[in-house]
DNA sequence: TGTATAGCTGACTGGTGGTCATTTCAAGGG
DNA sequence: CCCTTGAAATGACCACCAGTCAGCTATACA
């Protein structure tokens, strides 16, 4: 009767299932930080996490909606971070930092995100992806209703922002995807190349003028 | 003698070669429309080639250099349609809505442009990857070079608000990549998702408010 | 016409995601 | 206490993939 069962044993009941699921999901995570997303094989998690590769497709239709749940996990893990890191007010700029640092820190979300909408979507239940969209839209809702406080922005406006930001940091990030170039003898002209689309000041600064830009449209009332 | 011979003899000289390759090419722009980037097999497209797939191999290391190939040519197909109908003063709007639109037009420019340095490039020969770099570099001095006129911009804002374009244009368009989902029964919350994630409005806003915002922080000299 | 060169071929390799008949084990009834 | 039962777990198996390479043969040239 015992619900903290070893995870080794056959799983029965619900909870037990559960249990198993994250176990699978906590192996997942740990196994895509070292090998990320196109290396990453049924096989090898099996593996790693001390299963047959057929047990795993008891737990998830797919490999990617595997990734759609670990994406899911990211999203709200971020978020939590997020928020619970904004403060009263906030120059647009501090908020951009924030909003960088965190995404970036967490290994599994940005890797993810980038793949979710042409790569991940395309092999999942439409169910199952109506259910993440809810996901989505919950976490929106929720960063969107602190945000609006820590820029001064309305609701409407700080929905917009965060919802842009998402966008701004999938195409800035992308050149953190690029193969790592840095130690070979690279030609000046490409150095600088590499240099200009750094990352973080062209998410930061973006993201000022974006959120100065919103604050300027529509003033808020009063 | 004749240089202009049959496709489907042997190629021989660098110019007999350098037309296998473009109609390699060819078939493979063609194939990618129908398919897509994931449903793309090398096998496939031997097939419609007319070769064998070990021939493929002779004119491309691998798939992603083929597809790097393949941008390569769309980026600077987009670049001079795009170019061509700039006009001597545009306003921010105009000139996103061009941008959007002629890159939307070429269907295989983003498809590819969206993964090409977390997929693509991982897969392609170093001196390959720097030479398609410095395409790239050309490409985008020419296009910042007429954008600066076309937007009354100084050279060094052109060329960031291009860059900055691009990646605006990624984020944006990513969410064109997910499952037709229209014609399915969706709850109302998902459609109204969606729409806000409409790719075009998303662009042309925030690439106005980008375009403002560089033009505000370094008003040009005179 | 004979021969050397090199373009071309397709069977083959080691891998992938996903399936499913079979095995095995835990729970509940007798 | 054992036995039945049904579902969890298994791993051999399938179709397919990108990429290779020893052998074949069309071509150019002597």
Redesign the interface.
Known sequence: MSSVVAINQRARSAEQKALRRQAVLDAAELYFHEAG??AFSMAQLAKKTGVAKGTLYLYFQTREELFLTLYEHSLIRWSQVFIAELSGAMTSQAYAQLLYQTALADGVFL?LL??????I??NVA?PR??ES??V??QQVEIVAQRSATALRLSTAQASEVV??M???????T??D???S?DN?A??V??QH?IA??SSEP?FIK?A???I???RAEAPPPI
């Open positions: 997303y196109e890797p980038i793949r979710l909408e042409h790569v979507e395309h439409i992806l109506i969209k809810r989505f839209i919802k842009t998402g966008v701004l940091l999938i195409g800035a992308q050149t995807q690029s193969p170039l070979e690279l030609p002209d490409v190349l200009s689309f062209l973006n000022v003028r974006i100065e830009g919103v």
